[in-house]
């Protein structure tokens, strides 16, 4: 009698392995597929890249032309004259009793000057040296510096120049001691420091240093560099607000690349907005129609509108369409900025 053995697994052609051909199409198809993925995930890392880079230029142009533009937008002003060009007066019978500003060169914090003055790219200034170090300007940018009243101001309801001491009509001023103030009334106004605060009572005195006064005579006196006419504030119409001077400008920044910077009074240069590579600025004068730059202005008393360029690009490489460079993403962006205490 014929027997047959049965193979437990079936027959033998359907138990073989797959053969070469086979192998090299699975790795072929499998190398496809991993590569599709590999591409989608490229291009999402991309995406996630530019739109993070954008994100961030946009981030820095609303600060710098948030911040910057406030600033601008309220130099010149004295904290009286209720933003019209009597204040541009009041601000002409100006005098910083700061020791600062007792030199013939004062220091371009101590004084209110014009309220406004520009500087074309390469001309240098008294606040920051141009240069290649971190905080420095860079050489070929614009910089403006502004001056004036900074803030909410308050009314003074009594003024002892016997005493030397103001009083405020509130207690919650938030002055400090050692902060530096501008008060005026429709004739005049004084930049001094505070050098004691008691609740609503300013107390000024002299002292020694940069920031300290030269004097307690309050008056304007252009015949003496420290004045030393005294002066009755009228309590009627006195206002007081603290005040300010700032210098912007591109400078080198913190990560090799440029950024916007502020130095506010005698104080540090400050990295507002990294990421701005460039600011071309032009002025309004009164009298003339076309905007200048800083080059071409005759008279910074009569500045009455900025307006200002900013250039921006992105903090990472390669994010950009570009075939060749750094391919970082760039822009500009232009803003008119009017002065409130020029206006009609």
């Keep these: 009698m014929k027997t047959s053995r049965v193979h437990p697994f079936g027959s033998r052609s359907r138990a073989r392995g797959l053969t070469l051909i086979e192998l090299m199409i699975s790795l072929v198809l499998g190398m496809v597929l991993v590569g599709g993925v590999l591409v989608v995930f490229l291009g999402s890392r991309t995406t996630y890249s530019t739109t993070d880079n954008l994100s961030k230029m946009q981030d820095s142009a609303r600060i710098a032309f948030t911040v910057m533009g406030r600033e601008i937008r309220e130099s010149t002003g004295t904290g009286c004259g209720n933003g019209s060009r009597s204040d541009n007066a009041i601000a002409k019978r100006n005098k910083s009793i700061l020791n600062a500003a007792q030199s013939a060169t004062p220091a371009w914090w101590s004084v209110i000057g014009q309220g406004i003055q520009g500087y074309e790219g390469g001309v240098a200034s008294a606040a920051v040296a141009i240069g290649t170090a971190v905080g420095e300007r860079t050489n070929g940018t614009d910089a403006i ?200």
Excluded at 170 to 199: E, M, R, W
Excluded at 207 to 214: D, E, I, L, R
Excluded at 316 to 338: N, P, Y
Aim: aromatic content about 10%.
């Design 145 to 344: 510096q502004v001056s004036g009243a900074y803030g909410a101001g308050f009314t003074v309801d009594v003024h002892d120049n016997l005493l030397n001491k103001f009083t405020l009509n509130t207690n919650a001023s938030g002055i400090n001691a050692n902060d530096i103030l501008i008060v005026c009334d429709y004739k005049q106004s004084t930049i001094f420091q505070a050098s004691a605060v008691a609740t609503n009572k300013i107390s000024y005195a002299a002292g020694t240093g940069s920031a300290k006064n030269c004097g307690t005579a309050l008056g304007y006196d252009p015949a003496n560099s420290c004045p030393t006419v005294y002066y009755q504030y009228d309590p009627l119409v006195t206002r007081m607000t603290r005040f300010g001077a700032s210098y912007w400008y591109i400078g080198n920044g913190t990560n090799g690349r440029p950024s916007l910077y502020r130095i506010f009074l005698a104080g540090p240069p400050e990295e507002i907005s990294p990421g701005v590579s460039d600011m071309q600025i032009t002025y309004l004068q009164d009298g003339i129609a076309a905007y200048q730059k800083a080059s071409d202005i005759t008279d910074w008393g009569k500045i009455l509108a900025v307006r200002l360029t900013l250039s921006f690009e992105s903090q990472d490489q390669g994010v950009s369409t570009a075939s060749s460079g750094d391919r970082r993403i760039g822009t500009a962006t232009t803003s008119t900025i009017l002065l409130r205490n020029r206006t009609l």
